[in-house]
């Protein structure tokens, strides 16, 4: 039987069988053991399915990964360490040395820094676009190795929505799939498969774990893009996998061969993998994923009027707000709303920005976002702090934006908090 989301949430990946735990067992394990030697060499033949070392796959994350996979409506999905971890595999999966690919220059500043410093030192470059421009001006970009196209649904910090079907026309029209950063904005709110995006990818550490308990990553394949259309673009793919005697992962694999090659070469060679105790909360976050989205994005449209009707403020960013610059593509693609994330500044720049945020008592100042607990961050003063006004506006982040992350506590206190140390400015 095919659940809704919510419930999905609760019982996708694990189903216990008469006598077994309820909940998901974390098997806190390295490795498995086989009773014949023929059994364990099928395995790392990669022509029977099974367990054998928790640096490539282990049951726990194995069970959140289906889970989120579910969520998503995809085909596949493997859990990594982290957010980081998650989006370097999805472009390394297909691109090498001599590649190009493209991202919206609106994306987190990690995912940024990796994909135009660390990827170009290993000869993979990257043409960072802004994702506003028309579908024209932006199929300029594309080469004949240009490999991916790479987008966030809701960015982070600019919290911009991103025109999810007009990035995968233009990578369709291009022979290239579309990878989506979906963390902000959650399967709750978006699944941007229905869309057309082919990959998705999340930093699970924010709202799907929800309780800043474990930094992790997922990525998920809808298993739709037809790498066989393109054989001599994604060679990977394509064409025999030496390090396992000579495999073709879309011949063997079909629908199911990226998420195969991601686990069985990059995570094998690479070993970001996620451990199962961290699995295990993050599968714990999820069941309440749902609820927790449906009172982030309520608390946050809330706190965004507060923000916009008071005299200190000089602006706010929410695609909910009426008259937002990305309200009719929030409407389109986050029905049910976008996220806990809102950016605004205070009037007096960088100064009262600080003087604002250091009379704060609920909302906490950390590196950290769509988490439970409210809290916010400046960039001016923290991430970006070794930037000129000059650099940051090149960035797209404005000197005085607070990029403020609202939780699930009662909005009132939120906006009691707010409200007083507005007053010191
Ligand atoms: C935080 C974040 C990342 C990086 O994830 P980590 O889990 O911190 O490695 C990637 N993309 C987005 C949109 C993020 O917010």
């Given at each position: 039987?095919k659940y809704?989301?919510?419930?999905?949430?609760?019982?996708e990946?694990?189903?216990?069988?008469?006598?077994?735990?309820?909940?998901?067992?974390?098997?806190?394990?390295?490795?498995?053991?086989?009773d014949?030697?023929d059994?364990?060499?099928?395995?790392?033949?990669?022509?029977?399915?099974?367990?054998?070392?928790?640096r490539?796959?282990?049951?726990t994350?194995?069970a959140?990964?289906a889970?989120?996979?579910?969520l998503?409506?995809?085909?596949?999905?493997?859990l990594?360490?982290?957010?980081?971890?998650a989006?370097?595999?999805a472009i390394?999966n297909?691109?090498?040395?001599?590649?190009?690919?493209?991202?919206?220059?609106?994306?987190?500043?990690g995912?940024?820094?990796?994909?135009g410093?660390?990827?170009?030192?290993m000869?993979?470059?990257?043409?960072?676009v802004d994702?506003?421009?028309s579908?024209?001006?932006?199929?300029g970009?594309?080469?004949?190795n240009?490999k991916a196209?790479?987008?966030e649904?809701?960015?982070n910090?600019?919290?911009?929505v991103l025109?999810?079907?007009?990035?995968?026309?233009?990578?369709?029209?291009?022979?290239?799939?579309?990878i989506?950063?979906n963390?902000?904005?959650?399967?709750?709110?978006?699944?941007?498969?229905?869309?057309?995006?082919?990959?998705?990818?999340?930093s699970?550490?924010?709202y799907?774990?929800?309780?800043?308990?474990?930094v992790?990553?997922c990525?998920?394949?809808?298993?739709?893009?037809?790498?066989?259309?393109?054989?001599d673009?994604?060679?990977?793919?394509t064409?025999?996998?030496?390090?396992?005697h000579?495999?073709?992962?879309?011949?063997?694999?079909?629908?199911?061969a990226?998420?195969?090659?991601?686990?069985?070469?990059?995570?094998r060679?690479f070993g970001?993998?996620?451990?199962?105790?961290?699995a295990?909360?993050l599968g714990?976050?999820?069941?309440?994923l749902?609820?927790?989205?449906?009172?982030h994005c309520?608390n946050?449209?809330?706190?965004?009027?507060?923000?916009?009707a008071?005299s200190?403020?000089?602006?706010?960013?929410?695609?909910?707000?009426?008259?937002?610059?990305?309200?009719?593509?929030a409407?389109?693609?986050l029905?049910?709303?976008?996220?806990?994330?809102?950016a605004?500044?205070?009037?007096?720049?960088?100064?009262?920005?600080?003087?604002?945020?250091?009379?704060?008592?609920?909302?906490a100042?950390?590196?950290?976002?769509?988490?439970?607990?409210?809290?916010?961050?400046?960039?001016?003063?923290?991430?970006?702090?070794?930037?000129?006004d000059?650099?940051?506006?090149?960035?797209?982040v404005?000197?005085?934006?607070?990029?403020?992350?609202?939780?699930?506590e009662?909005?009132?206190?939120?906006?009691a908090?707010?409200?007083?140390a507005?007053?010191?400015?």
């Amino acid at each position: 039987m095919k659940y809704r989301l919510e419930t999905q949430c609760l019982h996708e990946g694990w189903s216990p069988s008469n006598g077994m735990s309820r909940q998901l067992p974390i098997y806190q394990s390295t490795t498995f053991k086989y009773d014949s030697s023929d059994e364990m060499g099928r395995l790392f033949d990669l022509e029977a399915e099974g367990y054998f070392y928790t640096r490539l796959q282990n049951p726990t994350s194995d069970a959140v990964a289906a889970r989120i996979c579910a969520l998503e409506g995809g085909e596949a999905a493997m859990l990594t360490s982290s957010g980081q971890a998650a989006n370097f595999f999805a472009i390394f999966n297909i691109c090498e040395a001599g590649d190009h690919f493209i991202a919206s220059s609106a994306i987190y500043g990690g995912t940024y820094n990796l994909f135009g410093v660390t990827l170009k030192k290993m000869g993979i470059e990257c043409t960072f676009v802004d994702q506003t421009l028309s579908e024209e001006a932006l199929a300029g970009y594309f080469r004949p190795n240009t490999k991916a196209l790479f987008g966030e649904t809701i960015t982070n910090p600019t919290v911009s929505v991103l025109d999810i079907e007009k990035f995968s026309r233009l990578a369709h029209a291009h022979g290239v799939p579309l990878i989506i950063d979906n963390t902000f904005a959650t399967p709750v709110n978006c699944r941007p498969f229905e869309w057309g995006a082919d990959i998705v990818t999340h930093s699970t550490t924010k709202y799907m774990d929800g309780h800043a308990v474990g930094v992790g990553g997922c990525i998920v394949d809808s298993g739709n893009f037809d790498w066989m259309r393109h054989p001599d673009r994604f060679p990977g793919l394509t064409t025999p996998d030496e390090s396992y005697h000579g495999i073709v992962y879309a011949e063997r694999f079909g629908r199911r061969a990226y998420i195969t090659k991601a686990t069985s070469q990059l995570m094998r060679d690479f070993g970001a993998t996620q451990s199962p105790q961290n699995a295990f909360y993050l599968g714990l976050g999820l069941e309440t994923l749902a609820l927790r989205m449906q009172r982030h994005c309520a608390n946050a449209l809330q706190v965004a009027n507060y923000l916009s009707a008071h005299s200190k403020v000089a602006w706010v960013h929410y695609p909910e707000l009426e008259g937002d610059e990305f309200h009719a593509l929030a409407q389109k693609y986050l029905p049910t709303g976008s996220c806990g994330v809102l950016a605004f500044g205070v009037r007096g720049g960088r100064t009262a920005a600080v003087r604002f945020m250091d009379r704060l008592q609920l909302a906490a100042i950390m590196t950290h976002v769509a988490d439970s607990k409210t809290c916010l961050l400046h960039p001016a003063s923290h991430t970006h702090r070794q930037l000129s006004d000059e650099q940051l506006a090149a960035a797209g982040v404005a000197p005085d934006l607070i990029r403020l992350s609202v939780g699930i506590e009662d909005v009132n206190d939120i906006i009691a908090d707010l409200a007083q140390a507005l007053e010191s400015i």
